[in-house]
Structures are given as C-alpha cells and as structure tokens.
C-alpha cells in the first residue's frame, strides 16, 4: 500500500542582517511562498477498533461497578440490619443489666436486714439461753429444797403393806380399825406403842388387792425404831417400809437391779470357772 507523502518543504534562505550576522526574525515576504507547495488532503488513517475496545471496557467497567455497588448497597443493608439488630441487643443488655443492678441492689439490702435481724435475734437467743440456765439453776435449786422438805416430812411417816383393808361404809369406823391394826402390830414389835398422828390408805380403793397403809408419827425417832426392830419379830405377813420420796425410790430401783446386774454376771463368771476347773480335772484323769 502506498502512503501519500507530504511535499518536501523548502526552507528560504534566512536574511543576513548589513553588518554580516544572523537574524531570529523570519522572512515574512517569503512565508506565503513557502505554503503554496503544502497540499490540503487529508492522510489516510490507518483501520483500527480502539474505538469499540474502549466502549466494550467501559460497559465492562460500568458493570463492575454497578455490580461492585449493588454488592456494596448488600453489604451495607446487612450491616445497617446486624447494626440495628446488635443495638437492640444492646438495650435488652442494658435494661437486663439495670434491672440485674436493681435486683442485687435489694438483694443486698435484705441480706444486711437479715443479717441485722439475726444478730438482734442472736443476741436475745443468747439472753434467753442465760435465763432458761438461770431459772434451770432456780428450779434445781427448787426441787432440791422441795424434795429436802419432802424428805423431812416423810422421815415421821412408815409405810405398813400387807394389814386387812376394812369394808366399813364409815369412815371414822374404818379409821378406827385400821389403827387398831398398826397398833397390834407395833406391839409385837416396839415395848412401849408410840401415839399414832394419822394412818391413810395410798392410792384408790380396789377390791382385787389391799392398798398400803401409811402411818405417820409424831418424832422422826420411832420410825428408826420400827424399822430397825421389824427383822427381830415375827410379823405376820406384814412389811414394813420407809416413806421415800420418788426420787428416793428410783435410786433405790436402779442400785437394786445394778446389783443383780451384777450378781448374775459374777455368777456366770464362777460358773465359767467351775466349767474350766472340771475340763481341767477331768484331762488330767484321763
């Protein structure tokens, strides 16, 4: 293919100033000359698609970009919601703590009311321990003194178990025949028969057994004397015993069946050892 080339220029002659030197300055009598050999044709340009190239990569760009921004409108939507959603969060957290606060707060504030209460509380426990000790020390005081009285009282007194209840409607008529019947007795025992101050029945009246009889004194002498002499004579069958308090009997109870207690247990202790002599005695015969 041939290229159309431009005309050569020709280049005018630069003028020479008088004095020899040359000149900046061109020659304007010469430009118009130089421009009649210029040709106005156009050159031809080379067949090219830059053109379509370039509105391709600018549809391509504008694509990604309006994808690129759609992607991003996405992202910041759910961002905007998870935002929104985390805020919420937030206030439920917030007013939960709050109320958590406030629920502490009184939690807090009972405890020390109960804590103040069950000191006060501890402080009368402790009050009242001393005083139920005091008055537990009182009432010792008070059944030992009672039971002391007690004692004093019943030393007079002798217990008769065994003389014939009387049947007598009367009363006056039955007394008289009860002390009758202690004064029999006390003969055979005592010289000289004391001067009776009462005689009572214990207890409720029972036609199927004979209730005790006491037999109070005047001195705390004469029941000695009855109950040391008792052994000596025959009495018949009739016991007589001291008055003792309740408490008196208990412990007379309790020593009675420590001693048998221990009676038996002394006993098959011998029995054992009458077994080991005899186990012995016999091994040796043979």
């Not at 504008?62 to 919601?81: R, S």
């Not at 101050?197 to 001195?219: D, H, M, Q, W």
């Not at 000695?224 to 309740?246: A, C, F, H, M, V």
Request: with cysteine; hydrophobic share 30%; proline share 3%.
């Amino acid at each position: 293919m041939s290229v159309q080339r431009s005309p050569k220029k020709t280049l005018s002659k630069a003028p020479v100033s008088a004095e020899g030197s040359s000149s900046s300055q061109p020659d304007l009598s010469t430009l118009a000359y130089d421009l009649r050999g210029i040709s106005s044709r156009k050159r031809k340009t080379p067949e090219c698609d830059c053109a379509t190239q370039l509105d391709t990569f600018r549809k391509e760009m504008l694509d990604i970009l309006k994808q690129t921004t759609q992607l991003h409108n996405d992202n910041v939507a759910i961002i905007t919601q998870n935002t929104t959603s985390i805020k919420e969060q937030l206030e439920d957290i917030k007013s939960t703590t709050e109320y958590l606060l406030s629920e502490n707060n009184e939690l807090k504030s009972e405890i020390k009311t109960l804590k103040d209460s069950w000191e006060t509380h501890e402080t009368k426990f402790k009050e009242l321990e001393n005083k139920i000790a005091k008055e537990k020390k009182l009432v010792v005081c008070e059944d030992l003194l009672s039971e002391i009285q007690d004692r004093a009282d019943r030393c007079k007194n002798v217990i008769f178990v065994g003389v014939p209840e009387q049947t007598s409607l009367n009363w006056e008529e039955r007394q008289i025949a009860e002390i009758d019947s202690v004064e029999q007795v006390l003969g055979k025992i005592l010289k000289e028969c004391p001067k009776l101050k009462k005689v009572s029945r214990i207890g409720k009246y029972n036609t199927a057994k004979i209730r005790p009889l006491k037999v109070c004194f005047e001195s705390e002498d004469i029941p000695g004397k009855i109950l040391r002499s008792k052994n000596r004579n025959s009495i018949d069958e009739i016991r007589i015993y001291p008055d003792q308090t309740p408490q008196q009997r208990q412990y007379y109870n309790n020593l009675r069946d420590e001693l048998k207690a221990r009676q038996e247990k002394e006993h098959i202790q011998e029995v054992a050892v009458c077994q080991c002599i005899f186990t012995a005695s016999c091994s040796m015969k043979f």
